[in-house]
């Protein structure tokens, strides 16, 4: 019997290992929408983003789509880049409406990956754990892309 356990937790134990291990995080320049990444000035964001359609001191709205968000303790630095409607894409060409097989032909196995009832969210990170990139898909389908510092 304790033999069995040992096995048993030997077996797990690499399982866990490989699984870790094939986990592929993404590489810091992939965390980005439109060109416009966590961790740059909100200046270079707007020279990027083209016509604001919205601004106030928290988030500046693109008429492209692209909701960008400052860091409160670093103002005047993106914190947070977001996307729930328009055409704009991650470095890797992936876009709302893209099936969730593209996405994952695109970054590989998630990070994380959180169920819900209504939808998935896969998470990719960077390998120094600085910034992430998610995706909510819902019925197979990207419906919103984020990516944002991590403290």
Known sequence: MRLQKKLGAVVLGTM?????????SVAPQQVAIAGIEPGMSLEQAK?????????????????????????DDR?????EVVIKQGTAATPAGIALGMSADELN??????????????????????ADGSKKLEFKVRDGVI?????????
Do not use: H, W
Not at 16 to 24: H, V
Not at 75 to 79: L, S, T
Not at 143 to 151: A, F, G, T
């Open 47 to 71: 020279a990027i983003g083209g016509e604001v359609a919205y601004a106030d001191y928290e988030k500046t709205v693109f008429k492209s789509g692209v909701i960008v968000k400052v860091d």
């Open 105 to 126: 032909g695109a970054y590989g196995q998630a990070d994380k990956v959180d169920q819900d009832r209504n939808d998935t969210e896969y998470t990719y990170r960077t």
């Open 143 to 151: 419906v919103k892309i984020s990516c944002e510092l991590r403290d």
């Open 16 to 24: 866990m290992l490989a699984a870790s291990a094939a986990m592929a």
């Open 75 to 79: 103002p005047g630095i993106v914190e």
